[in-house]
């Protein structure tokens, strides 16, 4: 009885685990990215802590749109390069933004300046914030469902 309530839930939620899933694999990889540059540039580059963070968090979106467009929502309407990264970078810098609050609260309202505080922040809080608002947008925004009417089968109808 229970196994087939939760086999009911999770096929009435498969495609949305599953791209949840993908996400979170490429978010993993971008996170990993976003750790390695935020540090290089905030601590060997003396960078500034929002810039680094910022520059980190900008290189690591723009790599996960290419992966998340080509695998996570493959099966999504493809809007075009141009319209669908520029509407991605848009909607990555709203995240950006939300990602950076943690990271100038600790740093200038609190006044830690640890690595630890600042990887926390950033990289942590920053990052899991900002991960919710772009699964969402993404979405909502960048990954459309196919329109039917340009399906192979809507053209085949429209030439029979």
């Known amino acids: 009885m229970v196994h087939a309530r939760v086999r009911h839930l999770y096929l009435t939620f498969e495609h949305l685990i599953h791209e949840i899933a993908k996400f979170g694999v490429v978010g993993a990889a971008a996170f990993v990215l976003t750790t390695v540059l935020n540090n290089l540039f905030h601590f060997a580059l003396n960078l500034g802590p929002l810039t680094s963070f910022g520059l980190a968090t900008i290189i690591a979106a723009t790599a996960s749109y290419f992966a998340n467009r080509h695998w996570t929502w493959k099966h999504k309407d493809d809007i075009g390069l141009g319209r669908g990264l520029s509407m991605f970078l848009v909607l990555s810098t ?3 933004a939300i990602s950076e609050v943690p990271v100038g609260f600790s740093e200038y309202a609190l006044g ?11 990289t942590l809080i920053g990052t ?13 925004w960048v990954f459309l469902e196919p329109d039917p009417a340009r399906t192979e089968d809507a053209a085949e109808s429209a030439l029979v």
């Open 94 to 96: 709203v995240g950006l």
């Open 112 to 122: 830690l300046h640890s690595k630890i505080a600042y990887n926390i922040s950033s």
């Open 128 to 140: 899991a914030l900002g991960t919710v608002w772009r699964f969402w947008s993404f979405r909502k």
